[in-house]
């Protein structure tokens, strides 16, 4: 399933169309990060990718503690990391995102808001089963329940209808062949050089 409209301008100050975030959204193990590292490989001029996986990465190879004792610690991080790269001078910014948190979604779209940045939301529809089996698959699974949570909160933002702009809705293999151009949005200069 794919679906797609035009990148729009944000509400507010003029901003620069060139000024742009773009939101990975999708559950654990959807293929966002495998997404966006394949799209992005080790960079793109004026583009800056926001993972969580990063700074998990960076926490699983350097501390001696189990994972869900820092994992408090790697989201606040992240969540900083997400907002300074939002506020920040980067052209595009390019966030992994599980995009299912209510209070967090705003936080994030006020923030590219005050920025005057366009905003872009490509959504990985994965079911749950499939999103699972891609935990597997990395080597990292989260608890049962709080993938249910996550299920549950996706499917009523789904559900609800992701808010008016640039949206695009991809299932697994529309990911696949998605191109850089495709996520950036075609009027991004990042996606016309790349």
Do not use: C, N
């Not at 700074?55 to 300074?84: D, E």
């Not at 089996?133 to 699974?141: A, K, N, P, Y």
Request: charged share 25%; no cysteine.
């Amino acid at each position: 399933m794919t679906s797609t409209l035009p990148t729009t301008a944000p509400e507010g100050r003029g901003a620069d169309a060139a000024r742009t975030l773009v939101v990975v959204g999708g559950l654990p193990g959807s293929g966002k990060t495998t997404m966006v590292r394949r799209l992005l490989g080790d960079g793109v001029p004026g583009v800056t990718a926001v993972d969580s996986e990063d700074v998990a990465a960076r926490w699983r190879t350097s501390a001696r503690v189990p994972y869900r004792f820092v994992r408090p610690f790697v989201h606040a991080r992240h969540r900083v990391r997400v907002l300074r790269a939002t506020a920040g001078p980067a052209p595009v910014v390019v966030l992994a995102d599980p995009w299912t948190s209510r209070w967090w979604r705003p936080v994030v779209l006020a923030t590219a808001r005050r920025a005057g940045r366009a905003v872009r939301l490509v959504l990985l529809d994965v079911s749950a089963g499939d999103a699972a089996e891609g935990q597997r698959i990395r080597g990292r699974r989260i608890p049962e329940g709080r993938m249910r949570r996550h299920d549950a909160r996706w499917a009523r933002y789904l559900a609800a209808g992701p808010p008016p702009g640039a949206v695009l809705v991809l299932d697994r293999p529309g990911a696949a062949r998605l191109s850089l151009a495709g996520l950036l949005g075609p009027a991004s200069p990042a996606a016309a050089a790349g």
